[in-house]
């Protein structure tokens, strides 16, 4: 089955910083990888997704970019926020009914 | 987007008691609905998959018997987690899809349950 691994577990960046996470995934055959943004004691909330017949999709400070070769997906954050401290889960996809969770990055931004 | 609803949000029960938690799709037909169990600063652990219909698929190490999972309509799946005992103290969260919905692909998250066992 699929194997999502994201990294780095954890992430500190100042203010206005950017901030990159990155995930790996096994299974050729996922092609959806959605990016989830959970704050603490909330539910994990939807932020970008990227489909595998595309490179990159951007959302004013949030960008995703996906390399179907290396099997590899990222996100980008530029010009963080306090509130986008989080936890930020990837996931890939092989099928609607099937959605593979990486193990989280938890982002702290420093004001 | 779509609205998933879980109930309750906290529970605090005894220990040997069962608690149930359900999960609804307020306006569309979940034809399948995952369980997942969230220990603190943990990632999603998927726990079960429930088709409508049909029994649950059990992820490996998950007991069927303890955490019993029934999706007896489009719209509703629930999670009795039986005898608890303090170790089954998690964040308990459901998503669902439906065929019409994963066309996006997307997953809607329910607000998650806090079970808390003395």
């Known amino acids: 089955g699929e194997n999502v691994e994201q990294h780095p577990s954890t992430l500190s960046v100042q203010e206005g910083d950017s901030a990159v996470i990155k995930c790996t995934y096994s299974d050729s055959a996922s092609n959806y990888f959605p990016w989830y943004k959970q704050e603490l004691g909330k539910r994990p909330q939807l932020i970008i997704d990227i489909r595998s017949n595309v490179g990159e999709k951007k959302d004013q400070r949030i960008a995703v970019t996906l390399n179907k070769t290396a099997k590899h997906f990222s996100l980008h954050i530029t010009e963080t926020q306090p509130e986008d401290s989080a936890v930020y889960f990837c996931?890939?996809?092989?099928?609607?009914?099937?959605?593979?969770f990486g193990t989280g990055t938890s982002l702290t931004v420093i004001p | 987007g779509a609205v998933v609803s879980q109930h309750p949000s906290w529970v605090i029960c005894k220990s040997g008691t069962s608690v149930k938690i359900e999960c609804r799709s307020l306006d569309f037909q979940a034809t399948t609905m995952f369980w997942y169990r969230q220990f603190p600063k943990q990632s999603l652990m998927l726990m079960a998959t429930?088709?409508?219909?049909?029994?649950?698929?059990?992820e490996q190490g998950v007991e069927k018997d303890k955490f019993l999972i029934n999706h007896a309509s489009l719209t509703l799946s629930t999670l009795t987690v039986t005898s608890a005992h303090p170790e089954d103290s998690s964040f308990y969260i459901c998503?669902?899809?439906?065929?019409?919905?994963?066309?996006?692909?997307?997953?809607?998250f329910g607000e998650g349950s806090r079970l808390t066992v003395l």
């Open positions: 996931a890939a996809s092989p099928s609607g009914n099937q959605f593979y």
């Open positions: 429930s088709n409508e219909g049909s029994k649950a698929t059990y």
């Open positions: 998503s669902a899809g439906a065929t019409s919905l994963f066309n996006t692909g997307e997953l809607f």
